[in-house]
């Protein structure tokens, strides 16, 4: 293996003109890289907009917990429907389960059978009614 | 312009001028490093873009701990290395091995038409390790002393020896075996 035979760069080749134009490419870089380069003000607005939005969701979520928080309801303020349902939903009902019973909610006509039938006396039917 | 100009250039603000003297000082010998690991054109190309986009973006933080020619050459080997391990990575997942597939590429390579002898080399050297190969192609072909590739490489003189013997060994037995080149 002699080194007359095999030359340092025996056997590869490059096309014509290539060692110029690869300068030239190369020494594009840094103006190629400046241009890359984003202005200050442009790099900012994807935080600046992350910022804004943040401070938005908080504005909007301090009056939402605001305006829930500061209403003192009393039992009286409401009326039977919400009432049944705060109270079916502290049960764990679903909607669905809640609207069912609305429906089929008793009125004055099922009381009475209702008391007839345990055996309340007519008496003390009355005095309720 | 020596190294020691260029990085005072480079200092003194003038870092475009600084950088084209790289360009000119270096770019040929870059090219000619990354192709005897690579072998393809293309490839060498695109690497050869990729190092000097590198010393470009890393320039600033050159202290000057080692020569601009180390610190470029180290830049450029690692490149080419990485971009091997890829094809190894690749050529794994299509069932062949690295050496095969970049005895390919020099048959394939347009810009290849050296004799046999010559194709026979470049093979064989295509089947050597990763830091056989460095120092190989280091020494024989850029006759670097072993000082500088230690300063590139990382690695110990004596260790760089032991690598350069086991694959100039290597080489010689792969032509052997490999006789009918004239």
């Given at each position: 293996?002699?080194?007359k ?22 020494s ?25 939005g ?14 829930t ?23 764990g ?26 055996g ?10 | ?129 990763e ?45 052997e ?6």
């Open positions: 293996m002699g080194k035979d095999l030359h340092k760069n025996a056997g590869f080749t490059v096309p014509e003109g290539y060692f110029e134009s690869l300068e030239n490419r190369l594009e870089i840094p103006s190629r890289e400046k241009t890359r380069v984003l202005p200050l003000r442009t790099k900012l607005v994807p935080y600046v907009s992350l910022a804004a943040f401070a938005i969701l908080l504005t909007v979520g301090n009056f939402v917990l605001r305006k928080t500061t209403q003192d309801y009393s039992l009286s303020d409401l009326d039977n429907e919400q009432i049944i349902y705060a109270s079916s939903v502290s049960m009902m679903s909607l669905e389960d809640i609207m069912d019973y609305e429906e089929e909610s008793a009125d004055e006509e099922d009381i009475i059978n209702y008391l007839i039938e345990s309340t006396s007519l008496n003390q039917i009355a005095s309720l009614e | 312009m020596t190294d020691k100009e260029i990085v005072e250039e480079y200092n003194n603000g003038s870092r475009e001028k600084a950088f084209n003297e790289l360009v000119k000082t270096y770019s040929e010998r870059v090219y000619w490093l990354i192709r005897r690991f690579v072998l393809s054109h293309e490839d060498a190309d695109d690497l050869v873009q990729e190092v000097f986009l590198k010393v470009w973006k890393y320039l600033p933080g050159f202290r000057g701990e080692s020569g601009l020619f180390t610190w470029i050459y180290k830049i450029a080997t690692n490149e080419a290395l990485n971009f091997l391990h890829r094809q190894k990575i690749r050529s794994a997942l299509q069932f062949e091995s690295l050496s095969s597939e970049l005895e390919r590429r020099i048959d394939d390579d347009p810009y290849f038409n050296g004799n046999n002898a010559v194709i026979m080399l470049h093979k064989a050297i295509a089947t050597l390790p830091k056989q190969k460095t120092v190989f192609l280091m020494r024989y072909y850029e006759e670097l002393p072993y000082e500088e590739i230690s300063a590139i490489t990382g690695t110990s003189v004596g260790a760089l020896k032991a690598s350069y013997h086991i694959a100039y060994e290597k080489i010689r037995e792969h032509l075996k490999n006789k009918d080149w004239d």
